[in-house]
Structures are given as C-alpha cells and as structure tokens.
C-alpha cells in the first residue's frame, strides 16, 4: 500500500504542480494589462494590519453573523490543515510523523482536532444554507441567483472532505500509539475527538493501522492536487481564487487607512494623474477616448483583481435596491461578466489575428456596453440602474469596489460616447449655465429667508468672511429651491439662530456641489463646479460647514480635499445633537395626549448612513422628543435600502421593475410611524412620493407624514400646550395650511412636524391663526380640557404673530386682520369646508393631469390660504367624508393618476416655470387675486399679475429655463431647449417654478396658468 501512496501521490503532484504555475502565471498577466491604479501603495503597514484583521477576523463576512462563523471555521482550517497536506507527504514515507517542536504540542493537536471538527460541520451549514436558498424556489430573491453551481458544489465537497480527513488520520496515528503502548501520547489529552473515532471503527493491528495513513494521507494529496488541477484549468472560478487573490485585493483597498471604497468617489485619472482641466485641451485625440472605461482592458489591474476576487456569494446583490426591485443590474452578476470577458479578451490582444477563431474575434469586437443585439458585455440598463448606495460595497467580504467601477464605465459612456439617458442632458446644462441641476436663477439662492423673523447673514453682503462667524450654512439646490427641502432649511437655521449658533451662507455666490454631476458620469462639469465653489470657499475663509443634504455633506467632506480646500463637514443632525446634548437646544413635553404613543421611524440616507457611518445623531434626536416611540424599520443602519435618488437617479425615468421609493415606503409604512424621518432632500422627495402613492391606494394611513428630522426637532423645542379653538379635528396634515403659516417659505414655530386641525368655524379658524406659531400637535385637543395649570405654561410659552405671520411674542395680542387669506377677505374661490386641510408634501405639487388650465392671457387669481390642493390624494379622501357641502370629492382613477403624477416620470419638486399657484378644486375666476396669502408655494407672490403680462411660454408639462421666460436676461443665449424627458414636470412644486427675472429685466413674469 505504501508504494501505491507514495507513486499515485508523486504523479499527481507532477501534474497539479506545474498547471498551477502556468495558471498563476496567466492569471498575473491578465491583471497586469490593466491600467495604473494610483495610491494602492501607501501605508504599508495600516494596510498590512486591515489585511489580517480583514481575513483572520472575518469584519467583513461577519455582517451575516452565523454564516460568517461558519465560514471562518472553513477558512481557518484551510489555512491550517494545508499544512496538513505537506505532513501527508512525510507520512507516505513514516506513517508516525509529526512536526517538529510543535507535533505533539497540545495546543496545536487541539486547533487541529477542534477545526477540523469544527469545519466539517460549518461546510455543512453552508451547504444547507445554499440549498435552503436556492433559486430554483426563491428564484431572483436567492442571492445565488446566476452564481455557478458546479464550482460551488465543487469546493464544498472539497472542503468538506479536508475537515473529516484530518480526523480520520489522526484516529489511526492515535490507535498506533496504543497498539506501541505509547503512555505519552496514547491519551485522549493528546487525541481529544479523533481518539474516540480510532476506537470506533479503526483495528487494533499496526500494520494495518500504517497502510490506513499511507491511505489517508494519500487521500489527502490528491485531493489537494485535484483542487489545484481544477482551478488551474477555470482562472474564472472566483469561489475557489479567492482563497488566494482576497489577501492581496484586501492590501490594495483604495483606502489605506482600511475604509471601505464609499464615501468619495476615484477620481478620473488620466496619465496616472486626477483630471485637471488646464491641462484637458493638450490631449490627444487618442488620450480623450481613454476618459473613463470603455473597454475592459481600460479598468485598472486593482479593478481586474476585483473581478478575478469575486466568490460570488451575492451579499451585494441581495441588499442591491436595483435588484430588489426586479432591475437588471446584479453587481454580482456584473462583476462576473467582466472578469469573464476579461479573461476571454485580454489574452487574445497580442495574438495573431490569422489563428483567431469566430468566436474569439467576436470576443475582441465585443462592445464593453450594449445591449444583445450588439452582444455587448454590460446592458446599458444595468450601468444606468445603479443609484450609487454602496450597499454592494458594504457588503462584500473581499473588498470589491463595485461603484468606481460603474462609475467609471459611465464616465466614458458621457465624456467619450455622449450615450446616456436624455433625461440627463436637462441637469448637465442646468449645471453648467445655472449652477443647479433644475437651471433655476442663482438669484433665488436666498429666497428661502424670506418670512423669517432673524437675519440670515450673507457672505459679501453682511459679513466679509466665514472668519466672523461659526459656521458656513451650506444650503445646497435643493435646500433653496425645492418647497419641501426649503422647510428643513429654514428649521435648521431657526434652530441654530435659537441656540445663539452664529452662522452665514453664501447665497448667490453657492453653486452646486457638483454631485449629479459627477454620480452621472460628467467628470468634467463637476471638476468645473468644484473648482468654482473651491475658490469661493477659500476667498471667504471657509472651515466649518453644515449641510442639511446628504450628497452635499458627503462630496463636500470626500471629495474637494482634491481642489485644495480642508473643511471640517458636518450634517445638521451631527451638529444639532451636539447643541441638544450641550443644552443649547431643549425639546419641551406636550401636555397634551395626542402625541403621547407617537410612532417615529427613521430612514437612513445612504450618503449619510452607508457611505459615511452617521447613524447615531439622528436616532439620538429622534429619541429625545417627549412623548414619541422611535422604531426601527427591518432594513436599517449598514443595511438600510436606499430611496432611488442617489446617482443621479433623481432626474432620471424609472421604467423597469417596481420603484425603489416605493418598496422602502412600504417598508416604513408596515412599522405603523405615524411619521417618517429623513436626513436628505432627495429622501424626502422619493419617500413622500411614494407615500402619496400609498395612501391614493389605501395601503396607508392618510395621517402618516415624511419629515426632516430638523423639523421634529423644531416642533418640540418649540412645543407648546393645546389651545382654544383648535379642538375640531380635521384631516391629518404634515404642515399647516397657508393661512397658518408665517411665511410662504418659512417655517412657523415648526408647525411642520405635526398636524393641525381646521377650525369648524369662523371664529376656530381665527383662532388657529392666532397661535400659528404654536405645535400643530397641540391643536387636537380642545382648550377646555386643560387645567389652570396647563393656561399657564401656555402663558409661558406663547408666541404672537407679526404682520407677516412671523411668531414673535404672546398670542394676546389680537391677531392682524390685514393678514392674507383671512375669512374676511373677498376670496377668488369657495372656501374649503370645515375638515379640509392640504396635504404638506404635495400641496404645491399639483397633477398634472386634474389642474385646471387657465388661459394665460387671463390673470390667476391667488388660491385661498385654506382652499385644498387638487390632485392631493389625503385631500381627496378628507373631502369623502366631511359632512360639509363640499365640491365632489375626484373619483379613484383621479386620485390614483394624481398621486402616480408624483411618483411616476418625475423624482423631484422643481420646475423653472413660471410661478404658479396651487391649483384648487374650485374654477378659477378672471376677477385679479386679492393680497396674496403668504403661501409656501409661491416665491414671487409681491410680482404683479396685470393683464398685460407676457403669457407664460409653456404648460406645466414641459421645462422652461429662467432664462426662455419673457423678459430679458443676460445669459439668453446659454439657455439649451429643454424637453419633456426632464423628469422634472407637471408634479413639481410651484415654489421652485417661479421664472424670477434677473434684476436687470424690464418686464415681470406672469404666473401660468397650468397650475
């Protein structure tokens, strides 16, 4: 037996061994055609520390907790029972062999006995786990949808087979030491598993009990050497690979001091160096069409390594939102594709083309994106699906960086193919000529401190540099543009004014950060908008920056280090926890019941949460507001599912699958909060959207509500008792209604993070007014039920309101009867019917489909403060069941076509229209609007509305730039046509549509009258 060992052994050997090198070989050259990857070198030694603590700890596997157990069982006894495979070829000759110093060393018989146990019942797991999970019964839902089967069958019987073997060995070593009568080593101290299965099913003979080492110690090489045959001949064969390639791939992680690839994206790198636009002009023809990837030898050899490390596991792909929502964009999947392609072209670039076969030609002709008809690598769907979350990157075990590499092929898709979806082309030019992605006039930047009763102060105009005060208030686009987004704003600078921060902004001097951009592909206008914001930042002495948008923070802490600026970057949430935990800001318990038992839940931004690790400061706010329960949904945190709005995905059309905003609604919803959380602007677009959708539908309840964190805040600090007047109970709203309201931009005493009940009567309604600037929460519950008590803490903490709706001092003070929008006034419409309220997060948005179009020769009259939102489906189903005489409530098919107008082509609240008011269920009359009520939609509410107005160009379906509005402006002839393919449409809110004119126009706009 031990001549047959020790030949069978040896020429498999023979064969395995040199395979193996050839294949390593192979495998060097192909990741060596890739391009230069930059700063992979640096800080050796933290590299080398993330290395082991990575592979040894198994962070990264341990995010699956018992499967990433298991598996380290597995891993551990690879690494050790391969040293187990050479003692085999020592055994062959001296079946009692065993290492020196270390052989019978306890310890090591222990760890040998222990994961070889150990392992054998991990692989087993696993096993089951992969049969549990199968895709022929969860189909798409299995994370080993697409992976291949038989290589994953393959190394588990493998694995399976080293962990017993050990065992079985080690069970014939220990029954040779006692057939020697061995008193040292003859113990179940020194065989403690192993020595129980020698008793079992091993003889007593030793001679027998030789030739069963010569055997298994046989069995142990060829199957090692079978393994390395196997993989020799399938270089793509990740799951086994990365047993070998994780280690390096892990040392030349893009981030040195061991970070994941989120956060800031690569840069685009051309001639080994980051694009500079100074030197762009000097390329040749055949440098400009290396921008970005456009062919797979284009990626860099760390993105090569990635594809060739992938073990296709489909961590990434069962948390991917794209894949969730049945889109065809795996990273899984995609990162197999190109390490397949990869391996198939690469090797054939320098070979002859006369000993070409078809299909290798086929191969080097093959387009990196395309579609099947031009059998390209990656479908345009997939490059255009991914909404750069970085859960892909998140979750994977070996480092791979999935969203460079998407990235990447799609800045080569903008720069060098100009092929991407038209939608894009409105926010690339709104960018380069406006500065914002909607191509809204700069001017109105700081049209959002109209209404507030402090001074915002303004970098050039109030201050000279950031060095006179705290902090730079980065309000972003959407903070200045965008209705819902510009409430968040003004709360946090109603909060930072009250906790005596002091803070400036920049006005019309901030452009955009460049994200849309950049997430898009359009390296080029984002290097010109960094560039610019950068020299702002430095001329204005900026250090400290707060930004209430997720993508702002994260590309303004990542990524303007390039263009030399350090900024100390924080969210509004990081920085108001900081003031509540300090005592600046204090958050005052209801006295009434209504918002004891209050349901919060919390939606993690990705660009806050995943690619930043801010989890904390929110759900440290959220948990001091008195009386409310903070729940968390089941996908939360590291794996919270992202709204659909990151990488660029917010402008762009959703036609595949179902709508990413949409299943993460569903997902709040089902936790039973009354409110929905946000930190980011774009969330809060996508998620009031989708709920909108969900109450048309039934599926929620119309008092749900999607708020800024800031907002809640706001509400409770600023919280006041119940009062008079209020007690009638109406629809459920998020904010007040205008004629509650301070200002058409502001927010009142944070009226927003509650609801507030219509007045029943003239005189409630009056009353409502009053106390405007009270917590809408308190407004249920009548004044009659509070003790003397509760009268006076709500002496104390009163406010009045101004002339123009600004809270102030105490509510004694009779309430101004010049205020618009008071029952008073002649009204252009029929007022509302007691009960009705407008909805908050679409109650400028109206559909497109139900607005009334007015003439545009005819001026709109100006919609009662009180008067309900056409197309707002909580409206709609508060109308149905008021006992007033109200206008007939629309039917489903409307109510379900107005809230898919706000969720279906269109992802965010903007339009560079003309102003106009929200449309009402009424018709409007010809007759011209009386004072304008101070409404949150109309930002140009002081222009004048003669009849002699210039017409308004377009409906609300299409997108005019401020600059094709009437009248002159200065940059007319930058302005691109915009088209219909602008998700940007009819369900924008009116604030944001407002064609202001430049200072230097002559003619005022008109409002339209597309609603």
């Given at each position: 037996?031990?001549?047959?060992?020790?030949?069978?052994?040896?020429?498999?050997?023979?064969?395995?061994?040199?395979?193996?090198?050839?294949?390593?070989?192979?495998?060097?050259?192909?990741?060596?055609?890739?391009?230069?990857?930059?700063?992979?070198?640096?800080?050796?030694?933290?590299?080398?520390?993330?290395?082991?603590?990575?592979?040894?700890?198994?962070?990264?596997?341990?995010?699956?907790?018992?499967?990433?157990?298991?598996?380290?069982?597995?891993?551990?006894?690879?690494?050790?029972?391969?040293?187990?495979?050479?003692?085999?070829?020592?055994?062959?000759?001296?079946?009692?062999?065993?290492?020196?110093?270390?052989?019978?060393?306890?310890?090591?018989?222990?760890?040998?006995?222990?994961?070889?146990?150990?392992?054998?019942?991990?692989?087993?797991?696993?096993?089951?786990?992969?049969?549990?999970?199968?895709?022929?019964?969860?189909?798409?839902?299995?994370?080993?949808?697409?992976?291949?089967?038989?290589?994953?069958?393959?190394?588990?019987?493998?694995?399976?087979?080293?962990?017993?073997?050990?065992?079985?060995?080690?069970?014939?070593?220990?029954?040779?030491?006692?057939?020697?009568?061995?008193?040292?080593?003859?113990?179940?101290?020194?065989?403690?598993?192993?020595?129980?299965?020698?008793?079992?099913?091993?003889?007593?003979?030793?001679?027998?009990?030789?030739?069963?080492?010569?055997?298994?110690?046989?069995?142990?090489?060829?199957?090692?050497?079978?393994?390395?045959?196997?993989?020799?001949?399938?270089?793509?064969?990740?799951?086994?690979?990365?047993?070998?390639?994780?280690?390096?791939?892990?040392?030349?992680?893009?981030?040195?001091?061991?970070?994941?690839?989120?956060?800031?994206?690569?840069?685009?790198?051309?001639?080994?160096?980051?694009?500079?636009?100074?030197?762009?002009?000097?390329?040749?023809?055949?440098?400009?069409?290396?921008?970005?990837?456009?062919?797979?030898?284009?990626?860099?050899?760390?993105?090569?390594?990635?594809?060739?490390?992938?073990?296709?596991?489909?961590?990434?792909?069962?948390?991917?939102?794209?894949?969730?929502?049945?889109?065809?964009?795996?990273?899984?999947?995609?990162?197999?594709?190109?390490?397949?392609?990869?391996?198939?072209?690469?090797?054939?670039?320098?070979?002859?083309?006369?000993?070409?076969?078809e299909a290798q030609k086929a191969e080097l002709?093959?387009?990196?994106?395309?579609?099947?008809?031009?059998?390209?690598?990656?479908?345009?769907?997939?490059?255009?699906?991914?909404?750069?979350?970085?859960?892909?990157?998140?979750?994977?075990?070996?480092?791979?960086?999935?969203?460079?590499?998407?990235?990447?092929?799609?800045?080569?898709?903008?720069?060098?193919?100009?092929?991407?979806?038209?939608?894009?082309?409105?926010?690339?030019?709104?960018?380069?000529?406006?500065?914002?992605?909607?191509?809204?006039?700069?001017?109105?930047?700081?049209?959002?401190?109209?209404?507030?009763?402090?001074?915002?102060?303004?970098?050039?105009?109030?201050?000279?540099?950031?060095?006179?005060?705290?902090?730079?208030?980065?309000?972003?686009?959407?903070?200045?543009?965008?209705?819902?987004?510009?409430?968040?704003?003004?709360?946090?600078?109603?909060?930072?004014?009250?906790?005596?921060?002091?803070?400036?902004?920049?006005?019309?001097?901030?452009?955009?950060?460049?994200?849309?951009?950049?997430?898009?592909?359009?390296e080029i206008v984002f290097a010109q908008l960094?560039?610019?914001?950068?020299?702002?930042?430095?001329?204005?002495?900026?250090?400290?920056?707060?930004?209430?948008?997720?993508?702002?923070?994260?590309?303004?802490?990542?990524?303007?280090?390039?263009?030399?600026?350090?900024?100390?970057?924080?969210?509004?949430?990081?920085?108001?926890?900081?003031?509540?935990?300090?005592?600046?800001?204090?958050?005052?318990?209801?006295?009434?019941?209504?918002?004891?038992?209050?349901?919060?839940?919390?939606?993690?931004?990705?660009?806050?949460?995943?690619?930043?690790?801010?989890?904390?400061?929110?759900?440290?706010?959220?948990?001091?507001?008195?009386?409310?329960?903070?729940?968390?949904?089941?996908?939360?945190?590291?794996?919270?599912?992202?709204?659909?709005?990151?990488?660029?995905?917010?402008?762009?059309?959703?036609?595949?699958?179902?709508?990413?905003?949409?299943?993460?609604?569903?997902?709040?919803?089902?936790?039973?909060?009354?409110?929905?959380?946000?930190?980011?602007?774009?969330?809060?677009?996508?998620?009031?959207?989708?709920?909108?959708?969900?109450?048309?539908?039934?599926?929620?309840?119309?008092?749900?509500?999607v708020l800024d964190v800031a907002q809640m805040?706001?509400?409770?600090?600023?919280?006041?008792?119940?009062?008079?007047?209020?007690?009638?109970?109406?629809?459920?709203?998020?904010?007040?209604?205008?004629?509650?309201?301070?200002?058409?931009?502001?927010?009142?005493?944070?009226?927003?993070?509650?609801?507030?009940?219509?007045?029943?009567?003239?005189?409630?309604?009056?009353?409502?007014?009053?106390?405007?600037?009270?917590?809408?929460?308190?407004?249920?519950?009548?004044?009659?039920?509070?003790?003397?008590?509760?009268?006076?803490?709500?002496?104390?903490?009163?406010?009045?309101?101004?002339?123009?709706?600004?809270?102030?001092?105490?509510?004694?003070?009779?309430?101004?009867?010049?205020?618009?929008?008071?029952?008073?006034?002649?009204?252009?419409?029929?007022?509302?019917?007691?009960?009705?309220?407008?909805?908050?997060?679409?109650?400028?948005?109206?559909?497109?489909?139900?607005?009334?179009?007015?003439?545009?020769?005819?001026?709109?009259?100006?919609?009662?403060?009180?008067?309900?939102?056409?197309?707002?489906?909580?409206?709609?189903?508060?109308?149905?069941?008021?006992?007033?005489?109200?206008?007939?409530?629309?039917?489903?098919?409307?109510?379900?076509?107005?809230?898919?107008?706000?969720?279906?082509?269109?992802?965010?609240?903007?339009?560079?229209?003309?102003?106009?008011?929200?449309?009402?269920?009424?018709?409007?009359?010809?007759?011209?609007?009386?004072?304008?009520?101070?409404?949150?939609?109309?930002?140009?509410?002081?222009?004048?509305?003669?009849?002699?107005?210039?017409?308004?160009?377009?409906?609300?379906?299409?997108?005019?730039?401020?600059?094709?509005?009437?009248?002159?402006?200065?940059?007319?002839?930058?302005?691109?046509?915009?088209?219909?393919?602008?998700?940007?449409?009819?369900?924008?809110?009116?604030?944001?549509?407002?064609?202001?004119?430049?200072?230097?126009?002559?003619?005022?706009?008109?409002?339209?009258?597309?609603?």
């Amino acid at each position: 037996m031990q001549l047959v060992a020790i030949i069978v052994s040896l020429a498999v050997t023979a064969v395995a061994i040199p395979l193996t090198v050839m294949a390593v070989r192979s495998m060097l050259q192909i990741i060596r055609a890739g391009k230069p990857a930059p700063n992979r070198m640096g800080n050796p030694a933290r590299r080398t520390a993330t290395m082991f603590i990575e592979t040894f700890g198994h962070t990264r596997m341990i995010q699956n907790r018992i499967v990433g157990i298991m598996h380290w069982f597995v891993y551990a006894a690879f690494i050790l029972l391969s040293t187990a495979v050479l003692q085999a070829y020592f055994q062959l000759f001296d079946p009692e062999f065993v290492w020196p110093l270390i052989g019978h060393f306890f310890l090591y018989e222990w760890a040998a006995e222990g994961l070889g146990l150990l392992s054998t019942i991990g692989i087993i797991y696993l096993i089951a786990v992969r049969q549990r999970q199968h895709p022929r019964t969860q189909g798409r839902k299995s994370r080993f949808f697409g992976s291949t089967f038989w290589q994953a069958y393959f190394v588990e019987a493998m694995a399976l087979l080293e962990g017993a073997a050990i065992l079985f060995v080690r069970g014939a070593e220990y029954n040779i030491y006692v057939a020697d009568g061995d008193p040292d080593y003859a113990s179940r101290f020194h065989f403690p598993i192993s020595g129980y299965l020698g008793d079992a099913i091993y003889p007593d003979d030793v001679d027998q009990l030789k030739n069963i080492i010569f055997f298994v110690a046989m069995f142990k090489i060829v199957l090692a050497m079978v393994w390395l045959i196997v993989i020799a001949r399938n270089l793509t064969m990740g799951i086994a690979w990365h047993r070998f390639t994780a280690w390096p791939n892990i040392w030349f992680k893009r981030e040195s001091d061991g970070g994941t690839a989120l956060g800031g994206l690569a840069p685009l790198y051309v001639k080994g160096e980051p694009l500079d636009l100074e030197k762009l002009e000097d390329l040749e023809e055949e440098e400009f069409s290396q921008l970005g990837v456009g062919k797979v030898e284009d990626f860099s050899w760390k993105g090569i390594l990635d594809f060739t490390t992938c073990t296709e596991c489909g961590r990434c792909q069962s948390q991917c939102p794209a894949w969730n929502t049945e889109k065809p964009l795996s990273p899984k999947l995609l990162m197999m594709g190109l390490r397949d392609h990869a391996y198939a072209k690469i090797p054939l670039l320098d070979a002859d083309p006369d000993t070409l076969t078809e299909a290798q030609k086929a191969e080097l002709e093959r387009p990196l994106i395309g579609d099947e008809d031009l059998f390209g690598v990656i479908d345009p769907d997939v490059l255009w699906s991914c909404t750069n979350c970085g859960a892909c990157v998140q979750q994977c075990p070996v480092d791979i960086e999935h969203v460079d590499h998407i990235d990447n092929m799609r800045r080569y898709q903008v720069l060098v193919e100009s092929n991407f979806p038209t939608e894009l082309n409105n926010i690339f030019k709104g960018l380069e000529r406006k500065g914002n992605p909607w191509g809204m006039n700069p001017r109105d930047r700081i049209k959002w401190t109209e209404g507030l009763d402090f001074e915002v102060k303004q970098v050039g105009v109030d201050v000279e540099s950031l060095d006179e005060v705290d902090w730079l208030f980065w309000v972003g686009c959407a903070g200045a543009f965008e209705d819902r987004a510009k409430k968040t704003t003004q709360a946090v600078a109603e909060l930072l004014e009250m906790a005596g921060v002091s803070f400036a902004v920049l006005g019309d001097g901030e452009t955009c950060t460049g994200d849309p951009a950049r997430r898009a592909g359009n390296e080029i206008v984002f290097a010109q908008l960094a560039m610019q914001n950068a020299e702002v930042f430095k001329e204005t002495k900026v250090k400290k920056v707060v930004s209430t948008c997720a993508h702002c923070f994260n590309t303004l802490k990542n990524e303007y280090a390039d263009y030399g600026v350090e900024l100390e970057v924080v969210h509004h949430t990081q920085l108001l926890n900081r003031l509540v935990r300090e005592g600046k800001l204090t958050p005052v318990a209801s006295t009434g019941a209504e918002v004891e038992g209050k349901k919060i839940t919390y939606h993690d931004p990705c660009f806050l949460g995943r690619h930043n690790q801010v989890y904390e400061a929110p759900r440290e706010l959220l948990n001091v507001i008195p009386g409310a329960t903070f729940t968390e949904m089941p996908r939360n945190s590291e794996r919270s599912f992202c709204c659909g709005a990151g990488g660029a995905r917010m402008w762009m059309e959703e036609n595949i699958g179902s709508r990413i905003n949409v299943n993460r609604t569903e997902e709040a919803v089902a936790t039973g909060a009354d409110q929905i959380a946000v930190g980011c602007p774009f969330c809060r677009v996508m998620l009031s959207d989708g709920l909108t959708l969900k109450q048309s539908e039934g599926a929620a309840r119309e008092e749900v509500e999607v708020l800024d964190v800031a907002q809640m805040l706001l509400t409770a600090v600023k919280r006041v008792p119940a009062m008079a007047g209020a007690g009638a109970a109406g629809a459920t709203e998020a904010e007040p209604d205008t004629a509650d309201r301070a200002d058409d931009a502001t927010i009142s005493d944070a009226e927003e993070a509650a609801p507030l009940a219509d007045a029943h009567s003239a005189e409630g309604r009056a009353d409502a007014e009053a106390v405007a600037g009270q917590s809408t929460e308190e407004l249920d519950s009548p004044a009659d039920e509070g003790t003397e008590a509760d009268h006076e803490a709500a002496a104390a903490h009163n406010v009045d309101v101004d002339d123009k709706g600004a809270a102030h001092g105490t509510p004694d003070a009779p309430a101004d009867t010049t205020a618009p929008a008071t029952d008073d006034e002649p009204e252009p419409e029929p007022a509302p019917e007691p009960g009705d309220t407008t909805e908050p997060e679409t109650e400028s948005v109206p559909a497109a489909d139900d607005a009334p179009e007015a003439p545009a020769e005819e001026s709109t009259p100006e919609p009662d403060a009180d008067e309900p939102v056409e197309g707002d489906a909580r409206e709609e189903e508060a109308e149905e069941v008021t006992d007033s005489a109200a206008d007939a409530p629309a039917d489903a098919s409307e109510k379900e076509k107005a809230a898919w107008a706000n969720v279906g082509p269109v992802n965010t609240d903007l339009t560079p229209d003309a102003p106009a008011p929200a449309a009402t269920e009424a018709e409007p009359e010809s007759e011209p609007a009386p004072e304008p009520a101070e409404d949150s939609a109309d930002d140009s509410a002081d222009e004048p509305t003669d009849e002699d107005d210039e017409p308004a160009t377009e409906s609300s379906g299409e997108i005019v730039d401020v600059a094709d509005a009437p009248g002159p402006d200065p940059v007319d002839e930058d302005v691109a046509e915009l088209s219909d393919a602008n998700p940007s449409g009819a369900d924008l809110s009116s604030s944001a549509t407002g064609a202001v004119p430049d200072e230097d126009s002559e003619a005022p706009e008109k409002p339209s009258g597309s609603g």
